[in-house]
């Protein structure tokens, strides 16, 4: 969880900034940014039981529409996990920052630094991602303490600006810029491939864990969110000074600057660095799964991706991840909010090819309610990714994720059409040492 869970550090303060700092739409807003990742979990539920042995929405659309479908979702997801890293690192630096001011004008130098070392982590494998999961909770514990004091005794109440405008103009400023906040929906995805790590389980049990996993996500995830908008909205806390983030203000206004304010900040950079680790183990992972090494039937890549160390780490396939990373955070000027954009759009790439599959599946099946229930899925993904591809810059995300679909799908005729190219990430996931 910690790609959805850390995503709140600077999905709330994206949506402010979207809604010109208007605190009295920021809780519809994240309301409905909720509610619509509510929707595609939903969907994903079913998802789960079809496909119990993992792969996600790439193995969903290879099974619906044929294996080249898998890799729209594929290119996506590679340029969502080099954005995750990206993001994950800007925003730490910001947390930092937002904590020590006097470290502002090095925020570009601390983000490169801080993708190195996660970069570094990530090459002891299992044990790396062991260092950050151990501090995951920490994050929500520090939260719910934040919350708590802001609601009973806050140390400081802004006043909040004053709020003009019709009825109309309030609806029509919510749904131009929940879209900018669905970068909060980033990972929901994660357990769809990740319960195919548990090969000691039968396909029940992983229906069970993978479905208990999205559950808590979204309980979580939905309660978190909530309670911080909510927060700010009741103790004013509006766009934040250059140096600061609004989620950092929000800590300070509830708790002041005193040990609940250090470890709110702390776990929060901390929890950010852990979505990053992750994708550095995700993505090189799914890199490896591609590349011709000996005895793969699905290798389209070089051999270099899949060389791994003595702790099974594919470093070549980490280098080419730390490398594009710090290229996107050199690009955004270490400045997670730059980022936002970019990131929400990638992934909902994916989001929509699996949705759509699973729309064919209701559909040659004949479950016309579920058939419905996708489609509002796909309806509500849709004009999300067709809002923010509207800003402009955001076409470079979807660009990127194209090419690198193209170059996986060219790569693959070329190798001759291995058949089950589809399910590559259910088996970098079922096989994270390295081996078949």
């Given amino acids: 969880m910690a790609d959805p869970v850390s995503s709140v550090a600077y999905a709330i303060e994206a949506a402010l900034r979207a809604l010109d700092g208007r605190l009295d739409l920021l809780l519809p807003t994240m309301a409905l940014v909720i509610?619509?990742?509510?929707?595609?979990?939903?969907?994903?539920?079913?998802?789960?039981?079809?496909?119990?042995?993992?792969?996600?929405?790439?193995?969903?659309?290879?099974?619906?529409?044929?294996?080249?479908?898998?890799?729209?979702?594929?290119?996506?997801?590679?340029?969502?996990?080099?954005?995750?890293?990206?993001?994950?690192?800007?925003?730490?630096?910001?947390?930092?920052?937002?904590?020590?001011?006097?470290?502002?004008?090095?925020?570009?130098?601390?983000?490169?630094?801080?993708?190195?070392?996660?970069?570094?982590?990530?090459?002891?494998?299992?044990?790396?991602?062991?260092?950050?999961?151990?501090?995951?909770?920490?994050?929500?514990?520090?939260?719910?303490?934040?919350?708590?004091?802001?609601?009973?005794?806050?140390?400081t109440v802004h006043a909040a600006p004053d709020s003009h405008g019709s009825g109309h103009a309030a609806l029509a400023a919510v749904v131009l810029a929940f879209p900018v906040a669905m970068a909060l929906a980033t990972g929901v995805e994660a357990p769809l491939t990740a319960i195919a790590q548990l090969g000691q389980l039968g396909d029940r049990d992983r229906r069970r864990f993978g479905r208990g996993t999205l559950a808590l996500t979204i309980a979580i995830v939905g309660l978190l969110t909530l309670s911080l908008t909510a927060l700010a909205a009741h103790l004013g806390v509006g766009i934040p000074a250059s140096g600061a983030t609004q989620i950092a203000d929000v800590a300070r206004a509830a708790?002041?600057?005193?040990?609940?304010?250090?470890?709110?900040?702390?776990?929060?950079?901390?929890?950010?660095?852990?979505?990053?680790?992750?994708?550095?183990?995700?993505?090189?992972?799914?890199?490896?799964?591609?590349?011709?090494?000996?005895?793969?039937?699905?290798?389209?890549?070089?051999?270099?991706?899949?060389?791994?160390?003595?702790?099974?780490?594919?470093?070549?396939?980490?280098?080419?991840?730390?490398?594009?990373?710090?290229?996107?955070?050199?690009?955004?000027?270490?400045?997670?909010?730059?980022?936002?954009l970019f990131y929400a759009v990638a992934v909902f790439v994916s989001f929509l090819t699996g949705l759509l599959a699973m729309a064919r599946f209701s559909l040659n099946e004949g479950n016309h309610a579920l058939l419905a229930v996708n489609g509002v899925a796909v309806a509500a993904v849709g004009f999300t990714l067709a809002i923010n591809l509207g800003r402009g810059y955001p076409l470079a995300s979807l660009a990127a994720a194209l090419l690198i679909a193209g170059a996986l799908y060219a790569l693959w005729v070329r190798a001759g059409r291995p058949r089950g190219i589809a399910e590559a990430e259910r088996f970098a996931e079922a096989d994270p040492l390295g081996g078949r």
């Fill in 255 to 340: 708790a002041g600057d005193g040990a609940t304010y250090a470890l709110f900040q702390a776990s929060s950079a901390i929890l950010l660095l852990s979505a990053a680790s992750s994708s550095f183990a995700a993505g090189p992972g799914l890199l490896r799964a591609l590349s011709r090494t000996p005895g793969n039937p699905l290798g389209i890549l070089p051999a270099t991706f899949g060389r791994t160390n003595a702790h099974h780490t594919p470093y070549w396939a980490v280098l080419a991840f730390l490398i594009s990373s710090c290229a996107v955070v050199v690009a955004a000027g270490g400045r997670e909010q730059e980022l936002v």
């Fill in 35 to 155: 509610g619509i990742i509510a929707l595609v979990i939903v969907n994903y539920w079913f998802l789960v039981a079809r496909f119990p042995r993992g792969g996600g929405d790439a193995a969903a659309a290879g099974q619906a529409f044929g294996d080249a479908w898998g890799f729209p979702p594929m290119g996506a997801l590679i340029v969502d996990f080099a954005l995750t890293i990206a993001i994950s690192v800007a925003a730490a630096s910001s947390a930092i920052i937002s904590y020590m001011p006097g470290l502002s004008d090095r925020r570009l130098p601390l983000a490169l630094g801080l993708c190195a070392l996660v970069a570094a982590i990530t090459w002891f494998g299992h044990l790396g991602r062991l260092v950050f999961a151990a501090f995951t909770l920490t994050f929500l514990v520090a939260a719910g303490l934040v919350v708590t004091r802001g609601w009973l005794d806050p140390v």
